[in-house]
């Protein structure tokens, strides 16, 4: 990964004009050879005003910097905000999500009906646009991935993203993941039907400790393991009482 600024990539994203896609021009040197060029940083992106950006974020050519002279190739690390009107939802990747200062950004009526989470990195970003896009709540979500974990013992190591909706075997509709390891990626599935029986169970337990409107949450397995811990015991055993 490369890093850049993070707190100029911060300030242009949560300007007024965050509803548009924002970008500059910053300059690079490859850390291979020390070529400088020009690499287009995205601080804000608009996926209704500009849907191609949505592959090229979920693809990873949005972030990524190829070298034009000895042709290295490097994930740049840097703050993005991802806007999706018509689901009504914002992703904030930034690296250090659990700043309280990142909490207070960017609240105000326009934002009202809004889903707003933090992540920390891309995949994490990826995931949940997928996840919001479905109209899934990512709540529920964490909460599956963290039985699906402590259930099965034949899921690969890695991390555990949500992919998408899709069928599996004798046309079961499931709910498709990634498994991202740092050497390879793999596909599981897991029925439909099981995650909408443990969201039956679920909702009352999320609904006690409601996420406050319009104030950025990071909804993620840390999430999951503390609600578990504390209001559902039993599945640290692995247990579906």
Not at 198 to 227: H, N, R, S, T
Request: aromatic share 10%; with cysteine; proline share 4%.
């Amino acid at each position: 990964y490369m890093e850049l600024d993070t707190w100029n990539f911060v300030f242009r994203a949560s300007c007024p004009k965050h509803a548009m896609s924002q970008s500059s021009s910053i300059s690079i040197k490859c850390p291979k050879c020390a070529q400088e060029q020009d690499f287009t940083a995205w601080s804000s992106i608009n996926v209704g005003l500009n849907p191609e950006k949505k592959g090229e974020l979920r693809s990873g050519t949005l972030t990524r910097f190829t070298c034009e002279k000895c042709g290295e190739s490097h994930e740049v690390n840097y703050p993005v905000l991802y806007h999706d009107p018509e689901n009504k939802f914002m992703v904030w990747l930034f690296g250090d999500a659990d700043d309280e200062k990142m909490r207070g950004l960017m609240v105000g009526d326009f934002l009202k009906g809004y889903r707003l989470r933090l992540v920390d990195s891309r995949n994490q970003m990826v995931e949940k646009s997928h996840v919001l896009e479905a109209g899934l709540d990512d709540r529920i979500l964490e909460l599956f991935k963290f039985v699906m974990r402590v259930s099965q013992t034949d899921i690969p190591e890695g991390e555990l993203l949500f992919a998408g909706m899709g069928t599996g075997q004798n046309d079961v509709k499931e709910l498709q993941f990634a498994v991202v390891s740092e050497t390879e990626t793999k596909f599981i599935g897991a029925p439909l039907n099981a995650f909408e029986q443990y969201a039956e169970k679920f909702f009352p337990i999320v609904d006690l400790e409601p996420l406050e409107e319009m104030k950025w949450a990071k909804v993620g397995q840390a999430y999951a393991q503390d609600i578990v811990q504390r209001r559902l015991p039993d599945l640290m055993g692995g247990g579906q009482n």
